[in-house]
């Protein structure tokens, strides 16, 4: 086993090995391992002061911020409140300050009273419960070792717990699932008692001792929670239920939310009555001694548990699966089920899982019923995407605020004020957020505000540029000072002057700008105003470059902004519109779908010295090109860069894929595998690029049925790739 140890955040310390129900499917009991017969009933005195001082040295040693443990059996009430006490209170001692401890107890709640709630009440034990459903469902299972009912003692406990002084205490309901049960009414039964969350739980199960399927359906446990999942849908989803939000969150790109699916390494060790410690519990189902490490808290650390080859093989994420599921769509969301659900006598835990077929059912059924509701509109919206991207604009300058924390003093609170003036009165600020090189500034302020670099509040301190260029373009006559320095006044998106005569010293200085976008006034202290026909270039007043091209009349060519130099290439003034709208011409012609999105999308071009079309650290709407070569060379370029600039402008606003590089994916247009990232941007390029030229774009169907199957693509990735197919069907 490579990598570094995984160290345990979360302990379940078994305080009392016996149970006064005689639940038939509990795996503790009626399952494969029967090392409780040779356990103590109750945890030990010492058991418990060496797994605090366990649990303590461990946390301090990986420097964690927090640790849970949960008090588990057995019945963990039937330690009694004497024995939970000494168990809070050593844990509570041991770890101190450094590491908050969230402590949690899973119970039948069958012994739960307000001597022990208040108990829990004053270590903040949250407490969660188990309950099957409604009486029927309940009674399949959870019933006293004479037969009784346990149901309404288990609604007592519930109802007590939901009492205003003990409500904080709740954390929720675990149910393990029986498809014999009527999904909606044990669903029903759970959400009337109001819990902060529902834990629905499949029954363990091995390839030796499969799940019982009633009428043989290989899909019969997803059937039943995809039930429970239209109504718990079509109600608004008022509780939360963790295996749904797991799913959910790894459709789109993130965690997994439980141990039962996903790919995260395990976290979790096991402290039995005696002291042994042991893997997680579930293993008790797959044969004698699964869960066995031979360690113990007396003369163990939980690091020595942790290198432990069992341990580790629930920590290898990808490579811990079998080759069956790496190969799956669906492995990122399930992991290959709970590892105990893996197992067969013949060949170990090198299996999928048992629920195999429901997890598959399970996950496609979530994704088909919330696809058009959690992709991301920007996907295959344009104007979605534009408005997304000028949102996080303008969050960076609501983070560059509120890191400066009053540090900008004076200057940077009038343009502040002035901003949100401008913003009330006017869609000037939107301007200068849709403007790709804002974004520059923004990140060049952070970068240098993390890095504690002198010039950074200097940077910052160019807001007044920004502000002043947004009244401007909002026609609102707002007079702004604007710093300018070493004597030129920059406005993003309109030009630079120098206010000073050409003969004049070059100094730093002040000047007030007031306008519209066709004409200024610039009045430096002193001075007679200046007054500036923007349109018109003279010795004082450079413009940016709008060469008015037929149906891309929002163009600028800016070769003056000081942040346009964020490609790899170094920037080149700009040598005249001819080439480019020639360009401009032929792709108007042969791809003009094509052209219109990109005249509607990219505002900005910056010539470059060579090379491009670069995409660099920038808003999305610029493009840096070296404008040279023929018609037909430069027309290929711009529609490359495009597609180059908007598929980065998509991953910035929404996750298409998550894991990059744990999967090598053959590329048709080049030797070696690649990364899902590298093959979803060849193929979105090359798509786009054989409209116009199919011989120069080369093969994008192969990478698009590879695509179509990769594990990695997000339910907003799995939608551009449809999108993707439909536009090369297209042609």
Request: hydrophobic share 40%.
């Amino acid at each position: 086993m490579t990598g570094p140890l995984v160290p345990f955040r979360e302990i379940v310390l078994k305080v009392h090995s016996r149970c006064d129900l005689a639940c038939d499917h509990c795996y503790i009991y009626e399952h494969a391992d029967q090392s409780w017969r040779t356990r103590p009933k109750a945890i030990s005195d010492e058991a418990i002061s060496w797994t605090a001082l366990r649990l303590a040295e461990h946390a301090k040693s990986h420097a964690l911020p927090s640790v849970s443990v949960i008090l588990h059996g057995g019945e963990p009430l039937l330690a009694g409140p004497a024995r939970l006490r000494r168990i809070c209170e050593e844990l509570t001692a041991a770890l101190g300050e450094d590491t908050a401890l969230d402590l949690r107890i899973h119970t039948n709640g069958l012994q739960l009273s307000s001597r022990y709630l208040d108990l829990f009440d004053e270590f903040d034990v949250k407490v969660g419960i188990s309950l099957d459903g409604d009486r029927t469902a309940n009674d399949r299972h959870r019933r006293f070792a004479d037969g009784r009912t346990s149901h309404p003692l288990v609604l007592r406990a519930v109802e007590l717990l939901r009492q205003d002084r003990y409500r904080h205490l709740y954390l929720g309901l675990l149910c393990t699932v029986d498809v014999a049960n009527d999904p909606l009414a044990v669903y029903d039964a759970l959400a009337e008692l109001a819990p902060p969350r529902i834990d629905f739980l499949l029954p363990h199960a091995t390839w030796d001792a499969p799940p019982a399927r009633p009428d043989a359906s290989p899909t019969a446990y997803a059937d039943w929670i995809l039930a429970v999942f239209d109504r718990w849908d079509a109600l608004g989803r008022p509780v939360p239920v963790r295996l749904f939000e797991s799913v959910l969150s790894t459709l789109g790109g993130g965690p997994s939310l439980t141990e039962s699916l996903g790919l995260a390494p395990t976290d979790l060790v096991v402290v039995e009555t005696d002291g042994t410690l042991e893997q997680v519990d579930s293993l008790k189902s797959a044969y004698d001694g699964a869960a066995a490490t031979g360690f113990d808290v007396f003369t163990h650390t939980l690091d020595e548990v942790a290198a432990h080859p069992g341990v580790r093989a629930r920590q290898l994420g990808l490579a811990g699966v079998s080759r069956t599921c790496r190969q799956c769509p669906v492995v990122r969301s399930c992991g290959g089920g709970l590892y105990t659900h893996r197992y067969a006598a013949r060949s170990g835990f090198d299996n999928p899982s048992v629920y195999c077929a429901d997890l598959e059912a399970l996950i496609r059924g979530i994704e088909q019923r919330t696809a058009a509701a959690t992709e991301s509109p920007a996907v295959t919206d344009p104007e979605a995407l534009l408005i997304l991207q000028q949102d996080l604009t303008r969050h960076l300058l609501a983070d560059l605020h509120e890191r400066l924390d009053g540090r900008g003093g004076g200057r940077w609170s009038t343009a502040w004020r002035l901003a949100s003036t401008v913003e009330q009165l006017s869609h000037g600020m939107d301007e200068i957020y849709a403007h790709p090189y804002t974004r520059s500034w923004l990140l060049s302020c952070l970068d240098a505000l993390r890095e504690q670099r002198p010039e950074a509040l200097g940077l910052a301190l160019r807001l007044d540029s920004y502000v002043a260029a947004a009244a401007v373009r909002g026609g609102l006559d707002l007079p702004v000072e604007v710093a300018c320095p070493g004597g030129t006044l920059t406005l993003p998106t309109l030009g630079e002057l120098r206010p000073t005569g050409s003969g004049e010293r070059r100094t730093d200085l002040l000047a007030e700008v007031r306008g519209s976008v066709r004409e200024l006034w610039v009045r430096v202290p002193g001075r007679e105003a200046l007054r500036v026909r923007t349109p018109e270039a003279t010795d004082r007043w450079r413009p940016v470059h709008r060469p008015r091209l037929e149906g891309w009349p929002d163009l600028v060519i800016d070769d003056l902004d000081p942040y346009r130099d964020c490609f790899d290439d170094p920037v080149h003034r700009f040598e005249g519109p001819a080439l480019l709208t020639e360009a401009w011409a032929l792709l108007r012609r042969a791809v003009p779908r094509q052209a219109a999105e990109l005249a509607a999308s990219l505002t900005t071009l910056t010539p470059l010295r060579r090379g491009g079309p670069s995409v660099g650290r920038h808003g999305y709407g610029a493009l840096g090109l070296h404008l040279h070569g023929t018609p037909a060379e430069l027309a290929a370029a711009l529609l490359r860069g495009f597609r180059r600039a908007k598929l980065q402008a998509l991953t910035e606003v929404t996750d298409l894929y998550t894991q990059d590089g744990w999967w090598h994916h053959p590329a048709p247009w080049q030797d070696e595998p690649v990364p899902v990232s590298r093959l979803l941007a060849g193929a979105y390029e090359r798509v786009g690029l054989a409209a116009l030229d199919p011989v120069a774009a080369g093969p994008a169907g192969p990478a698009l049925r590879t695509l179509e199957h990769t594990a990695e693509l997000t339910v907003s990735g799995k939608r551009l790739v449809a999108a993707l197919q439909e536009e090369a069907a297209r042609g």
